[in-house]
């Protein structure tokens, strides 16, 4: 149990520690989607939604191993409900939200490959926040995951039209991309612990 | 039989440059940046997800013809799942120290793209020999790739390898290399380095064709 209040959780997931910049998860989908604004909003949208069900799942998941004290099936259990909460969350918006559904289809399947919410049941369970605090951590984390991807979009986006020249073009443009971000996201560091 | 064997190494092989799972698939991003801050943190997770990889190809190229073709993501996932659990508590046996300088990664192997990717794309659909293959040459990549990473890392950013000091004293250390930050650069410059090489090959090879004919 730590005793952090929750402002400084939050800050600290979203900026000090961002789940992209500081501890590289979900790179992929930062790659894979962050090339358009558009999308990347949306799918910094669909992540957090599913980052904040994935922890009070999580949550709950720890205390019954812990009751039964098998730890050793953490791993397992926690993708295995990752894997059926993004499946429920997919059939949950095609339900309710047609249009929604049609708008981000292809991103909600992949968002269960996605290392950033495992690794957000995996932290909040090993730095012990309690339910509160764990709400409050998913949800700075996947402001963070959405912020990022947000700023590399809209700086892809003016990548577009410069003279870059044909070797660095791609993969190699946006990891130096990344790495300046990441620098800058290094300037928070002084704002909590 | 020599054409086949040709073919069961090009296995192997193919992992290490032409479809290496870092530099050219660009597969299983999160780790190489992440725990490639060190050498010896980018060998032990190479290592362990080469192992991870083995495992789970042969667990799933052997049950290929039980597991039904609608819940082929649940399984591939469970048995991967059960081999990265295996590989934690190792860890943690052979050392402490370094399972808690990898952290939560270890676990992370489970979602590493690059696993699900060649039990889907690969191990389900050839037989032992040549998942293993498949298998052992995509590890071996990876960790070599991982590796390259790490060396530049922990060279620049420590003046050390592997923890013995390489550099002289009087060299001013580029902190910048052992930061989140200095895990993008790195990856930036070996991807030129390979870009460039395959690019003077594609080239090398337009000319020879060209000469032939």
């Known amino acids: 149990m730590t005793d952090a209040s929750h402002w400084s959780i939050f800050l600290n997931a979203a900026l000090i520690n961002n789940f992209v910049l500081a501890y590289f998860l979900g790179i992929c989908p930062f790659f894979g989607v962050s090339a358009k604004l558009e999308t990347a909003v949306r799918m910094g949208g669909a992540v957090s939604f599913v980052m904040l069900v994935a922890s009070v799942c999580a949550y709950s998941i720890n205390l019954l191993l812990d009751a039964v004290n098998a730890p050793y099936l953490r791993i397992i259990s926690y993708i295995l409900v990752i894997a059926s909460t993004v499946q429920l969350v997919e059939m949950l918006i095609r339900k309710l939200s047609p249009a929604t559904f049609r708008a981000m289809g292809i991103y909600l399947p992949l968002i269960t490959t996605n290392c950033a919410i495992l690794g957000l049941a995996l932290f909040q369970t090993n730095r012990g926040y309690n339910f509160t605090q764990s709400i409050v951590y998913s949800l700075g984390a996947g402001a963070g995951f959405a912020l990022a991807l947000v700023l590399m979009a809209g700086v892809r986006e003016k990548l577009d039209l410069a003279n870059v020249p044909q070797l660095v073009k791609g993969t190699a443009a946006a990891l130096v991309v990344a790495g300046v971000l990441s620098m800058g996201f290094m300037g928070f560091a002084g704002l909590g612990r | ?213």
């Open chain 2, 1 to 213: 039989m020599a054409v086949k064997e040709i073919t069961t190494t090009d296995e192997f092989v193919k992992g290490l440059w032409r479809d290496n799972p870092v530099f050219v698939q660009v597969l299983g991003m999160c780790p190489a940046l992440a725990v490639s801050n060190t050498a010896i943190n980018a060998l032990t997770m190479g290592l362990a997800t080469t192992f991870v990889l083995l495992m789970s190809g042969l667990s799933v190229s052997a049950l290929r013809t039980f597991i039904p073709r609608e819940a082929r993501i649940v399984c591939f996932i469970c048995i991967i799942a059960s081999f990265v659990t295996a590989v934690d508590y190792i860890i943690q046996a052979i050392s402490l120290e370094l399972s808690r300088s990898l952290g939560a990664f270890i676990a992370l192997i489970v979602v590493n793209c690059l696993i699900l990717g060649r039990a889907e794309a690969f191990a389900s659909k050839h037989n032992l020999l040549r998942s293993t293959l498949d298998a052992l040459g995509m590890g071996v990549g990876f960790t070599v790739a991982l590796l390259t990473i790490g060396v530049v890392r922990e060279i620049l950013g420590n003046g050390s390898l592997f923890g013995v000091a390489v550099l002289p004293g009087s060299f001013q250390t580029w902190t910048v290399m052992v930061l989140p930050s200095g895990g993008f650069f790195a990856m930036a410059l070996w991807l030129l380095v390979v870009n460039r090489i395959k690019e003077r090959q594609a080239a090398a090879e337009k000319h020879a064709q060209e000469v032939a004919s």
